[in-house]
């Protein structure tokens, strides 16, 4: 009976998964290999049942560990795409979920290794200790991979949970399974089964489940889920990380023989990767924070700096008493109608020309910025007044035809703030238009 449900229960899992996959959607190749990994996994334990039924005994190693091994193996590669690039996220966050879901696996991980790995490794003959080694390795390999779809919002927080709970539940059986045979030499089927049985009963919910990956339909409401908040992340990546060391301290203190080289290579091991996880944080924020200051200070139609950017740039140059500074402000002649015949895109289009051949003819210490609409401004540094104005009017010339410039140029006087200057240069803007457009208009002085 035990060997029948035994084989039952995958094979139902590789049943839902596979009427799963036939809905289609983004998920479809993960539910096939899914299917295909429940399908060994019943061939396999069907095996191992019958074998010991026939022996009278579990046999470690079974002939049926590579079927069993093999069905692992198909259940990290469905996930293992995702890993690689797939999903809703990429570089530098796919990295850090991927550094994340290390860091709550390695404590559980760690713990596992000092109390059921590591003392049924002693004594033990090699192929023996291979599979003693194997089954955790790949339990630890597939929650892992399910920790990281969970992290990067790949799977609806049910489906999360289905999903860990089968991992955890293989896990959990692998070491009830080692741990009675090493208390017993022949444990009770029950105990063999039962957790296998809920593990991939688990999993084979979260495959019939429609998640946030899918694109054939809108998936359920309940089911569909955002990554886990920042804060609920933090709390169960600090817990899993504690767990090493706890363990070490639980132990010390109930007096009992304490398995320091695994507890403590795995609290290390921890901590190098909450120091290589915080490195990349910051790394991370700095890069967004240099994106955000690129966001606040430059146009984003011409590339050019703005108009915040402007008040920073004259600021800093009246500061100085004695520098010399030439503001110009330039229009676009008649750019109303631009928009109006050409549409808007022919508007955005003799900004972007415009802007590139006014700033080819202009010198280094020039900054040209975009004021607004087809507003442009130049503040000169370090310029005379003649050599700004002959730059202004090689600029001038070089706007694309058939379209004009009017220019309104000031000459910054002795103590004069920045507004003040700024104010003149327009003013002689709007002499340049009432005199007919097309021409530069300045005064020195």
Same mark, same amino acid.
């Given at each position: 009976?035990?060997?029948?449900?035994?084989?039952?229960v995958?094979?139902?899992?590789?049943?839902?998964?596979?009427?799963?996959?036939?809905?289609?959607?983004?998920?479809?190749?993960r539910?096939?290999l899914?299917?295909?990994?429940?399908?060994?996994?019943?061939?396999?334990?069907?095996?191992?049942?019958?074998?010991?039924?026939?022996?009278?005994?579990?046999?470690?190693?079974?002939?049926?560990?590579?079927?069993?091994?093999?069905?692992?193996? %198909?259940?990290v590669?469905?996930?293992?795409?995702?890993?690689?690039?797939?999903?809703?996220?990429?570089?530098?966050?796919?990295?850090?979920?991927?550094?994340?879901?290390?860091?709550?696996?390695?404590?559980?991980?760690?713990v596992?290794?000092?109390?059921?790995?590591?003392?049924?490794?002693?004594?033990?003959?090699?192929?023996?200790l291979?599979?003693? %080694?194997?089954y955790?390795?790949?339990?630890?390999?597939?929650?892992?991979?399910v920790?990281?779809?969970?992290?990067?919002?790949?799977l609806?927080?049910?489906?999360?949970?289905?999903?860990?709970?089968?991992?955890?539940?293989?896990?959990?059986?692998?070491?009830?399974?080692?741990?009675?045979?090493?208390?017993?030499?022949?444990?009770?089927?029950?105990?063999?089964?039962?957790?296998?049985?809920?593990?991939?009963?688990?999993?084979?919910?979260?495959?019939?489940?429609?998640?946030?990956?899918?694109?054939?339909?809108?998936p359920?409401?309940?089911?569909?889920?955002?990554?886990?908040?920042?804060?609920?992340?933090?709390?169960?990546?600090?817990?899993?990380?504690?767990?090493?060391?706890?363990?070490l301290v639980?132990?010390?203190?109930?007096?009992?023989?304490?398995?320091?080289?695994?507890?403590?290579?795995?609290?290390?091991?921890?901590?190098?990767?909450?120091?290589?996880?915080?490195?990349?944080?910051?790394?991370?924020?700095?890069?967004?924070?240099?994106?955000?200051?690129?966001?606040?200070?430059?146009?984003?139609?011409t590339?050019?700096?703005?108009?915040r950017?402007?008040?920073?740039t004259?600021?800093?140059?009246?500061?100085?008493?004695?520098?010399?500074?030439?503001?110009?402000?330039?229009?676009l002649?008649?750019?109303?109608?631009?928009?109006?015949?050409?549409?808007?895109?022919?508007?955005?289009?003799?900004?972007?020309?415009?802007?590139?051949?006014?700033?080819?003819?202009?010198?280094?210490?020039?900054r040209?910025?975009?004021?607004?609409?087809?507003?442009?401004?130049?503040?000169?540094?370090?310029?005379s007044?003649?050599?700004?104005?002959?730059?202004?009017?090689a600029?001038?010339?070089?706007?694309p035809?058939p379209h004009?410039?009017s220019?309104?140029?000031a000459?910054?006087?002795?103590?004069?703030?920045?507004?003040?200057?700024l104010?003149?240069a327009?003013?002689?803007?709007?002499?340049?238009?009432?005199?007919?457009?097309?021409r530069?208009?300045?005064?020195?002085g």
């Open positions: 009976m035990i060997t029948v449900l035994a084989a039952l995958p094979a139902l899992a590789a049943g839902v998964a596979v009427r799963a996959s036939r809905r289609g959607g983004a998920l479809r190749r539910l096939r899914a299917a295909a990994g429940f399908g060994l996994l019943s061939l396999g334990f069907g095996g191992f049942h019958l074998q010991w039924w026939l022996e009278g005994s579990p046999q470690v190693p079974a002939v049926s560990d590579p079927v069993l091994a093999l069905g692992y193996l %198909v259940l590669a469905a996930w293992w795409p995702h890993l690689r690039g797939g999903g809703p996220l990429n570089g530098a966050r796919r990295r850090a979920a991927l550094l994340d879901a290390a860091l709550v696996v390695v404590g559980p991980a760690t596992v290794a000092a109390v059921v790995v590591d003392p049924m490794l002693r004594g033990h003959a090699l192929p023996h291979a599979v003693l %080694v194997l955790p390795l790949l339990d630890l390999a597939l929650l892992t991979c920790v990281h779809a969970a992290l990067t919002g790949l609806g927080r049910v489906q999360a949970v289905l999903w860990a709970a089968g991992a955890l539940g293989m896990l959990l059986g692998d070491c009830l399974f080692f741990l009675t045979l090493r208390a017993t030499e022949s444990p009770a089927p029950l105990v063999a089964c039962l957790p296998y049985g809920l593990a991939l009963a688990s999993s084979a919910a979260a495959a019939a489940l429609r998640g946030p990956g899918e694109d054939d339909v809108a359920l409401p309940w089911a569909v889920r955002p990554a886990p908040a920042p804060r609920r992340r933090l709390v169960l990546v600090s817990v899993s990380s504690c767990l090493p060391a706890l363990a639980v132990e010390g203190a109930a007096g009992l023989e304490v398995d320091w080289a695994v507890l403590g290579g795995g609290a290390l091991l921890t901590a190098v990767l909450a120091a290589l996880r915080l490195h990349w944080a910051l790394t991370a924020s700095q890069a967004q924070a240099e994106a955000l200051d690129q966001l606040v200070r430059i146009d984003e139609l590339g050019l700096p703005n108009r950017e402007l008040l920073l004259l600021h800093t140059a009246v500061a100085d008493p004695a520098a010399e500074v030439v503001v110009a402000v330039l229009d002649d008649h750019f109303k109608r631009v928009n109006d015949t050409g549409g808007h895109a022919a508007g955005d289009r003799l900004l972007r020309q415009a802007a590139r051949a006014w700033q080819a003819h202009l010198p280094a210490t020039a040209l910025h975009r004021w607004g609409g087809e507003e442009f401004v130049v503040v000169f540094l370090d310029s007044p003649v050599a700004a104005g002959l730059a202004l009017e600029a001038r010339a070089a706007t035809a004009t410039v220019v309104g140029v000459t910054r006087r002795p103590g004069e703030p920045a507004a003040e200057l104010v003149r327009d003013d002689n803007l709007y002499r340049a238009k009432a005199a007919g457009r097309d530069l208009v300045s005064e020195v």
